[in-house]
């Protein structure tokens, strides 16, 4: 039978909080940086203007078309076309309407009173009703409308006809044979009084003549029975008809105007196939150049072009991201395993292109991108060789910033070595401000010779060392004002902060001269001796220095309990047992790190005061615990031992050593080199067999040139002098 474990799922080893951070500080950055870059950007350049010099060689990505100019001739063509296209306006006439209207209501009106007037005779009341005809109707018609029975039958039939035509529109039949001749299919009639609209076929207009028969036709079936009354009737309707369609010409103009106004210009269009040349590299743009490039411009934004654009962005600050953290990953180990390091070059990185962005979308020439700043404050917190790699980053990244102006990236590249190596060793605040003006210096030198390759004008060539020169002030100011801000916020302490901090009147020194001379001066000493060994083997001399000025200042609050600060053959410890006394010594470290944490002191020597002693043993106390003490195994060593933890840096493990063979120093009798030396490389080799080296990177050898260089200072320091005799006064003879 199968083991019940044999297939059994290993669960997977969860990733370390270490990587992960560093994941993400990676991953963000990269983000931030390609969010940065693209901000405002579009492909080929700022806005072309005729007259600016191409900084590249530019060929066609795709096909494509421009516009050449202004097609005049098919402008006027579309212009013509809407023009046409707007229908004839007329309008209908209602006044016409109501007009005949009312000359037929008083035709019939007077038709009727006389007709019913007997004593009258027929030809008088002819005579009469011709006073109310409007129509010019004939003798005839006037008798048959006089004579007919169905007179009252007809006023109402012929104004119902009319009313109708009318409502249709009647045009002349010549304006309707000028609409065919000119081509017009489509007319548009407006009512003004209704607010009405019609588009109407031309065809399908009717004149006089057409309606006329249409009356006659109805008139037929309306009074058969009467054929003069009917003729009579008809002739009353058919002269009452006018055309009441009237063109409106300054309307057709009108809307004609608005509508060819309307009509945008109408670019001339010229294709470019990929691959062909735009222009050259030191060529002048011409608007065709620029019409080309704005086509360009506007179709590398758009779609599936837009998101290439973003992914080109990406792999170039991811491919720098990735080399640029593989380096420290090999290289710099402990700026690689320390977090906030890394967040320090995250924000360099982000805060300088972040400017560089606002630079170069701004009227600022881009001469102005401050980018040795960053550089020369990573040499200043971490160191020079981090500091040239962050300098090609950013160098790189700004030249892509720029829209692909690399020459510009390699000033700054030359701009930022310069700097890194002006400020090494720096001591003084002042010092920045003239490594800023070394900079300045170099990136003129360096647009002087690409100016002066690429065949620009003196002027521009000026104008351009001018601006680098600034830039170079500019950083110096900027390091000067904020070096103390980024030592504070990434806990980083450089040369400058540590003289400053060396200064005997800083508060806490000071009152360590005045409660613990002894211990001060013992201070002095380690240092001397820390400072001497630390350049010998490469660490940081000066580091080592001012660590070894705080690394006792816990024995203030109880500095007569410390050998150095007694007087001579007395001692506070002759009245304690060992393991109180042994308390009292180990709390110094303790009451230290408390008033150093008060103080504010930067964690980098901080850890001088927590590490000076490690994890050793106390073995003055010790040894006179076990002289008291009658069951040796109830005696735990750990209870005389500092608490730790044991030296990590080269700095720490060096003051370490010096401040043993310092205290152990003053118990030699007879302080001569061979006995100093024999001295150091006792203590030395006890501290590494007793395991207080084990955590740092010091190697044998340099354990070798530390003990050399300890016995060659300490000889220095008790050094033999020549014993002068006493003066003798001269006796007279």
Do not use: W
């Not at 809407?82 to 209207?101: F, Q, T």
């Not at 980098?604 to 009658?630: C, K, M, N, P, W």
């Not at 401040?659 to 150091?680: C, F, Q």
């Not at 530390?706 to 033999?720: C, N």
């Amino acid at each position: 039978m199968l083991h019940k474990g044999l297939f059994k799922m290993k669960k997977p080893k969860p990733i370390p909080r270490q990587i992960v951070i560093k994941i993400a500080i990676g991953i963000i950055t990269c983000l931030v940086l390609t969010s940065i870059i693209y901000v405002g950007k579009v492909p080929y350049g700022r806005q072309p203007q005729v007259g600016d010099i191409s900084n590249r060689t530019i060929y066609a990505p795709f096909d494509f078309s421009y516009s050449a100019g202004t097609d005049i001739e098919k402008t006027e063509e579309l212009k013509k076309a809407v023009s046409l296209g707007v229908k004839d306006i007329y309008d209908m006439d209602i006044n016409i309407y109501d007009n005949v209207a009312q000359n037929i209501k008083s035709l019939f009106v007077t038709a009727k009173n006389l007709k019913n007037m007997q004593e009258v005779g027929l030809d008088d009341k002819v005579e009469r009703l011709k006073t109310a005809d409007k129509f010019s109707l004939t003798d005839g018609t006037l008798r048959s409308l006089l004579q007919s029975e169905e007179l009252n039958k007809a006023e109402p039939n012929i104004l119902n006809r009319t009313n109708e035509f009318f409502g249709q529109g009647i045009i002349s039949q010549e304006e309707k044979e000028n609409l065919v001749e000119r081509g017009k299919n489509v007319i548009t009639i407006r009512n003004l009084v209704a607010q009405v609209e019609l588009s109407i076929d031309v065809k399908n207009l009717k004149t006089l003549d057409e309606f006329k028969q249409q009356l006659a036709d109805a008139f037929d079936e309306s009074f058969s029975s009467d054929k003069k009354f009917r003729s009579a009737i008809s002739e009353v309707a058919t002269k009452s008809l006018v055309p009441n369609l009237r063109y409106n010409e300054i309307e057709t103009s009108s809307r004609r105007e608005k509508v060819v106004a309307a009509v945008p210009i109408q670019k001339k269009m010229e294709d470019v196939k990929r691959d062909e040349l735009i222009i050259q590299r030191g060529e002048r743009l011409t608007p065709i150049h620029v019409a080309k490039l704005e086509v360009l411009r506007s179709t590398s934004l758009e779609g599936q072009r837009f998101f290439l654009s973003i992914l080109g962005i990406g792999l170039v600050v991811f491919a720098l991201v990735i080399i640029t953290s593989f380096y420290f990953a090999y290289y710099e180990p402990k700026i690689y395993s320390n977090d906030r390091h890394l967040l320090l070059i995250s924000f360099i990185l982000i805060a300088l292109t972040a400017t560089g962005k606002a630079i170069s979308l701004s009227k600022a020439p881009n001469y102005l991108i401050p980018i040795a700043s960053g550089p020369m404050i990573i040499a200043l917190l971490l160191g020079a060789r981090p500091a040239i790699v962050i300098a090609i980053t950013l160098s790189f990244l700004t030249g892509l910033l720029v829209g692909g102006k690399f020459d510009l990236a390699l000033i700054f590249l030359v701009g930022s070595i310069v700097g890194i190596y002006a400020i090494k060793g720096t001591r003084r605040r002042s010092r920045l401000l003239t490594a800023g003006v070394l900079t300045g210096i170099a990136n003129s030198l360096c647009v002087i010779g690409l100016g002066i390759l690429n065949n620009l004008e003196s002027e521009i060539i000026l104008s351009n060392s001018s601006f680098v020169l600034l830039n170079g002030i500019i950083v110096g100011i900027f390091l000067t004002g904020t070096l103390h801000l980024f030592e504070s916020l990434f806990q980083i302490t450089t040369n400058i902060t540590l003289l400053e901090l060396a200064d005997p009147n800083n508060p806490l020194l000071k009152e360590l001269i005045l409660k613990a001379p002894g211990t001060y001066h013992h201070s002095l000493i380690v240092g001397n001796l820390a400072e001497a060994a630390c350049e010998t083997i490469g660490a940081n001399g000066l580091l080592a220095r001012v660590g070894a000025y705080y690394h006792d200042i816990g024995k203030v609050e109880k500095a007569e309990y410390f050998v150095e600060n007694q007087p001579i053959m007395e001692s506070q410890h002759d009245k304690l047992a060992p393991s109180m006394s042994s308390l009292i010594i180990i709390s110094h470290v303790k009451e230290g790190l408390e008033k150093a944490k008060k103080a504010g002191l930067n964690r980098a020597l901080i850890d001088f005061i927590e590490q000076h002693h490690g994890t050793g043993l106390i073995h003055y106390f010790y040894q006179r615990a076990l002289e008291s003490v009658e069951d040796l195994d109830k005696l735990e060593e750990q209870g005389f031992r500092y608490p730790g933890p044991k030296p990590q840096t080269k700095e720490t493990a060096i003051v370490h050593l010096a401040d043993s063979v310092e205290a152990a120093s003053r118990t030699l009798k007879k302080p001569t080199p061979t006995n100093l030396e024999e001295l150091v490389r006792r203590i030395i080799n006890n501290k590494f067999i007793d395991g207080q080296l084990d955590e740092c990177e010091l190697t044998l050898k340099d354990l070798n040139v530390i003990a050399a260089t300890f016995a060659k200072v300490l000889t220095g320091v008790y050094h033999a002098r020549i014993e002068y005799p006493p003066e003798k006064e001269k006796t007279e003879a």
